[in-house]
DNA sequence: TATAATATGATAGTAATACTATTATATTTG
DNA sequence: CAAATATAATAGTATTACTATCATATTATA
């Protein structure tokens, strides 16, 4: 059903808000014991981490906590996670299976190759906007934990493990589909999966200082990290076009 | 003295060594409570610390493994630093430190804008050196640890106070003289500050993908983050000079 | 050289964390 | 209505991240 939809040209915001309502984004089974999705009570766990991990950050929270805000046990949380490491991998993983959708329904019917990879780069740097609500989930405050603790779910001595074992596939495949549309424009280009990882990761490092650091960046309320990487990323491939 | 030092002409690896060896790097008094340096002690703390957290990782150190590995008892470590996220941020400082030393030193007698940021760009972005030991310090270990940890050091709900306080003020600096390069060649480049702290971040995270994620970076035993980020940095400004 | 100051060590204790285990009680399903 | 399943309640463990106190060793100073 999905493949199908993504060739519709319809592009607005309602009718994916409303596509996003209808499809389920996949993460791997791993990250869970139990699906959150398959209960209420899962549901209330992913709504309301998110909510306190945004509110308290991640290194405070815990399952004890959010087992008392929802009004649930801590070891009925445990049911579903094995741990809030887990959690978190569910959350971005989740998060970025979010932003695929975005990036393969917005650009897939798109011939052009300059115009595709600037499309691509917009959906990427883009602040996440109030009206993408996605059910229980909270995109506006999930995107802000991924710019303040995304890092955490990879900067661990378990990451070759978790690797292996396939937790970051969602992220590795949105550099990789990134990467390729870079090689599209310009095949010469050395560096296309470096270029599209230092956007990926990039932008969520401008957010973030823009937040703690503005003086080390010139994002702001005027300018976007949209404009900043457009520029970047296109005046550093073999093809430029209309700024 | 230091600052003497910085106008001779001599820019070769021993004498920047015996340098080294004599001036201290100065990191902000509050990332510790007795000063390290002061004592056979507090050296034994740094020193094993980082061997520590290089092997295990930050988040399973504890003063107490510490405490036990140099035979010395956990709270007398205590005694030097509040908790391990102080030493984190005195660790952290002292590595920008020694690494904005090298950056001035490497740069600071050169005329011509293009090759001095050429020159910065390779002291930030080049792999640390076997034979640069400075005492106590392992700094090939602590530079991985900053490729691997460093992101921990203000992904916290802390950061803003710990800010104000002055625990980042080496790192922001060395962003700050690198956006400063980038403006003295092109004074209408947009985002020096920007370009800057992702060179910064950046080459940071190709290390660490070059480690754990080598599909999404192109650098690699032949192609150097050096050589990514140079082409990266000089195709994005308004100057150009030969690869 | 005695004494005071300082540094370090040993031991104990506390609150919180990150779980696991067991049993009880709802709720759903067949 | 019984059986299966989900959730709740309670308790317990090992570890962490400290703090406090007292003892002892080392160093500085009068």
Redo the contacts between chains.
């Keep these: 059903m999905i493949v199908i939809l993504l060739y519709l040209p319809l592009q607005n915001k309602i009718v994916m808000k409303h596509l996003l309502q209808t499809i389920k984004i996949e993460v791997n089974k791993k990250t869970y014991l139990k699906d959150p999705e398959s209960s209420d009570l899962g549901k209330r766990i992913v709504e309301h981490s998110i909510l306190m991990i945004h509110k308290?950050?991640f290194?405070?929270f815990t399952f004890r906590k959010l087992g008392n805000k929802i009004g649930s046990n801590e070891s009925s949380i445990y049911r579903y996670f094995e741990n809030k490491h887990k959690l978190l991998l569910y959350l971005t993983s989740w998060y970025w299976g979010w932003l695929e959708y975005q990036f393969v329904f917005a650009t897939n019917s798109m011939a052009d190759p300059g115009n595709k990879l600037r499309k691509a780069i917009e959906v990427i740097t883009k602040p996440v906007a109030i009206d993408a609500s996605f059910s229980h989930i909270n995109e506006v405050l999930l995107n802000d934990i991924i710019i303040?603790?995304y890092?955490?779910s990879?900067?661990?001595?378990e990451?070759?493990a978790e690797?292996k074992e396939g937790y970051?596939e969602i992220y590795?495949r949105l550099?990789?589909r990134l990467s390729e549309m870079i090689e599209d424009i310009d095949a010469d280009y050395?560096?296309?999966?470096?270029?599209?990882?230092?956007l990926l990761?990039?932008s969520l490092?401008?957010y973030?200082?823009t937040q703690?650091?503005p003086?080390?960046?010139?994002?702001n309320k005027k300018?976007s990290p949209t404009e900043?990487f457009t520029?970047?990323i296109f005046?550093?491939i073999n093809k430029k076009i209309d700024a």
Aim: hydrophobic share 35%; aromatic share 12%.
């Design positions: 308290i950050g290194d405070a303040n603790e890092s955490k990879y900067l661990t001595k990451v070759d690797n970051f590795k550099v990789m050395p560096y296309p999966a470096s270029l599209a990882s230092t990761e990039g490092h401008q973030f200082l703690h650091f003086s080390l960046t010139n994002c300018i900043y520029h970047l005046n550093s």
